[in-house]
Nanobody, 114 residues
Framework: QVQLVESGGGLVQGGGSLTLTCAASGSIFAVNVLGWYRQAPGKQRELVARITSGGSTDYANSVKGRFTISRDNAKNAVTLQMNSLKPEDTGVYYC????????WGQGTQVTVSS
């Protein structure tokens, strides 16, 4: 079964940028919709960006215009470019399919200071 490993998180000042990468251990070509999820402290995990196999994208209103999701099926990778970061973007970020889920990875911590 495909395993997902997220990386690229860190501590950044508000207004800064980070690029998150998700590496899959197997092929993601057959996964129709992939997404990046965020779990803020004390809150439920939420979907912030998704991309279809055809490249169509959709974003949560809170990140629209600031985040960009992309996928490279040949490299079995999904990235999330995050610009103009805000303190409310703080959380653990995960990549996964958009139902049915693959096994969840460990996620990568993003902390945005004010």
């Amino acid at each position: 079964q495909v395993q997902l490993v997220e990386s690229g998180g860190g501590l950044v000042q508000g207004g800064g940028s980070l690029t998150l990468t998700c590496a899959a251990s197997g092929s993601i070509f057959a996964v129709n919709v992939l997404g990046w999820y965020r779990q803020a402290p004390g809150k439920q995990r939420e979907l912030v960006a998704r991309i279809t196999s055809g490249g169509s994208t959709d974003y949560a209103n809170s990140v629209k215009g600031r985040f960009t999701i992309s996928r490279d099926n040949a490299k079995n990778a999904v990235t999330l470019q995050m610009n103009s970061l805000k303190p409310e973007d703080t959380g653990v970020y995960y990549c996964n399919a958009v139902r049915p889920y693959l096994p969840w990875g460990q996620g990568t911590q993003v902390t945005v200071s004010s």
